[in-house]
């Protein structure tokens, strides 16, 4: 299924969307694309325990299989952009989010973000959403940010050029041309890194990378999910947004 184009209708129609989304995403982490020992839960924001992933690597033991994670050294992730960072700048997200835990200490893992109309109206509303996005990473949570609307004037590279010119590495990143939405997984490490795949409206969503670990992921089921989601939504606004 393509993305549709969402500006075509407000934030509200958008926004019940976005919830089922969420819920399937979150299904299916727990049937699916989850190893064992990790589960998912829908919160409207994410508290910031003083807990790593990497603090305890005795809790878990990520080796590959049919239902397991990918080795990066093994499979890198399928993306169009690779960007690490190139400095050691201090870099300091939270909102209705997917969190991936581990059931040892129940420990946040990852985040998954779905941007929304309201993350990028005004300067403030990106500003907010940025610093959260890399207060997340220094906390040591991999990142999964999906932003189906194109850049606005407060953020003129999206939202992933908006978060990697805030965590200062060096390497900014350029919207390629017919391509202005973007899916960008990071990963948290002492230098992040960010894999990005820039895409259009009436595209399929491509799997995406959650990292697990600096050195591990699952594919996340996007178009699956959203074509799901997608079955909820009203005909009187999927017209609309297929026009």
Known sequence: MPVHDWTRVDAGIFHDFHLSWVVHLSEAANQAFLPEGYYAMIEQRAAPPDLRAADEP?????????????????????????????????YALRRRTLTIRHRSG??????????????????????????????????????LVVDLFPPGPHEPRGLHGAIWDWIGAGQPYEVPDGKPLALAAYVADVLPSAFVEPIAVGTALPDMPLFLDPEWYVNVPLEETYATAYRGVPRRWREVVEA
Do not use: C, W
């Open 106 to 143: 129940d420990e946040i893992v990852a985040l998954v973000e779905i941007a929304s109309p309201a993350n990028k109206d005004r300067a403030s509303a990106v500003r907010d959403f940025v610093e959260k996005a890399a207060a997340s990473l220094g906390q040591g949570y991999h990142l």
């Open 58 to 90: 005795n809790v878990k033991e990520l080796t590959p299989g049919p239902a397991g994670p990918f080795s990066v050294a093994e499979a890198p992730p399928q993306v169009a952009v690779t960007m690490g960072a190139d400095d050691n700048r201090h």
